[in-house]
């Protein structure tokens, strides 16, 4: 079955940094599409940032434009997120997705990794 696994969390700073890690246990190439969403408490699951295959393009939520930055190193089957200048609101578990075909929506999940902010 495919998996996902997440890690790299932890506890940082506000104006602090982190990387974020996804490693597939299939080639990253054959996922139409691999990103991150997070949840925090007593909020509902949202997009962060999405790296796509076909085109190589990637997309940011609006609050972590210019802060997060996604990419990926298909030689490890892996899918990263650069994390700088958090904040408390960027608290919350993150998961990592990808998009398998034969569908396009993100439905392969992790197990999610927590970051937490302090001010």
């Known amino acids: 079955q495919v998996q996902l696994v997440e890690s ?12 974020l890690s996804c490693a597939a246990s299939r080639r990253t190439f054959t996922f139409f599409a691999m990103g991150w969403f997070r949840q925090a ?11 796509s295959w ?12 210019g802060r997060f930055t996604i990419s990926r190193d ?3 089957n892996t899918v990263y997120l650069q994390m700088n200048s ?3 609101e960027d608290t919350a578990v993150y998961y990592c997705a990808a998009a398998a075909p034969p569908g396009r ?3 392969v999940w992790g197990q ?3 970051v937490t902010v302090s001010s």
């Open 8 to 19: 790299g969390g932890g506890l940082v700073q506000a104006g602090g940094s982190l990387r």
């Open 41 to 51: 408490p007593g909020k509902e699951r949202e997009f962060v940032a999405g790296i």
């Open 54 to 65: 076909r085109d190589s393009t990637t997309s940011y939520a609006d609050s972590v434009k």
């Open 74 to 76: 298909n030689a490890k």
């Open 86 to 88: 958090l904040k408390p």
């Open 105 to 107: 929506k993100y439905d």
């Open 112 to 114: 999610g990794t927590q």
